[in-house]
């Protein structure tokens, strides 16, 4: 896993836990991972908070999701690959650009 793929792991937000779509932010050498959560619930969204991804961006479909989510902006969770259920599809352009300026990464390569 690299950073900005988008998984399936099984996070807790609030007081859910249950697997749902997640950004790597990076991946450590004992096979865990870094990640924030995404969800669809956009009501709950809190915008110029957490990082939105839209549908209708051209770099939409390499993400894999279904529909327009967005990265809730909350403390990185370390989760072992035993929460991992399967790998996505990646952040990718100018979308991967704009999520590593907010989330604080390195620039994608």
């Known amino acids: 896993m690299l950073p900005f793929d988008v998984i399936l792991a099984k996070v807790l937000v609030g007081v859910a836990e249950y697997p749902r779509w997640c950004v790597v932010l990076e991946t450590l050498v004992d096979g865990s991972v870094d ?3 995404c969800s669809t ?3 709950y969204c809190r915008t110029g908070v957490d990082f939105e991804i839209h549908d209708y961006l051209p770099e939409f479909k390499q993400t ?3 529909e327009s989510s967005y ?3 909350t403390d990185i969770q370390r ?3 035993e929460r991992i259920r399967k790998i996505k599809g990646r ?3 100018d ?3 704009r999520f590593a300026e907010w989330a604080g990464m390195p620039p994608p390569e």
């Open 35 to 37: 990640v924030l959560p």
């Open 41 to 43: 619930k956009f009501e």
């Open 64 to 66: 894999g999701l279904s």
């Open 71 to 73: 990265v809730i902006e």
């Open 79 to 81: 989760i072992g690959p």
């Open 91 to 93: 952040l990718t352009g």
């Open 95 to 97: 979308l991967a650009r």
